[in-house]
């Protein structure tokens, strides 16, 4: 049902550097910078696995709330990987890799903050 989305970031580069690197064992990378002259010279670029589909923008703008984006991992031990390298990255714990039955029985995620404090989750759906 979604086809993208986007966050505002307060440091396009330090959320760049973070994201380039929690949601690399997933797979994904920044695949493509809008050109300046189309964005009114904010920095925007788009992360996905073959075409952007998450995508930062770089604002003034401080958001009232936290947003919650959670990325599809392709099994467990991506979910893994990806919590590791969130950590790794400057990302705070928000939750460690594991179960979460109450969603449903196989439910397996991890949850991390990025540097603008959004809750940043990777999933799986799969039984083990």
């Not at 590791?84 to 039955?101: I, Q, S």
């Not at 029985?105 to 949850?111: L, Q, R, S, T």
């Not at 990025?114 to 799986?124: F, I, L, Q, R």
């Amino acid at each position: 049902m979604i086809d993208h989305l986007g966050i505002n970031v307060a440091d396009f580069d330090a959320s760049k550097a973070f994201y380039d690197q929690a949601i690399a064992p997933l797979g994904a990378s920044l695949i493509y910078m809008v050109p300046l002259e189309y964005t009114g010279g904010a920095k925007v670029g788009g992360y996905g696995r073959d075409r952007p589909v998450f995508w930062l923008q770089a604002s003034d703008d401080k958001p009232r709330t936290h947003q919650h984006v959670a990325f599809t991992a392709r099994s467990r031990a991506e979910v893994d990987a990806f919590h590791a390298a969130a950590l790794a990255a400057g990302g705070k714990d928000n939750g460690g890799p594991g179960l979460r039955p109450h969603y449903h029985a196989d439910y397996y995620g991890a949850f991390v903050l990025d540097p603008d404090g959004n809750n940043v989750e990777a999933v799986c759906h799969a039984p083990e």
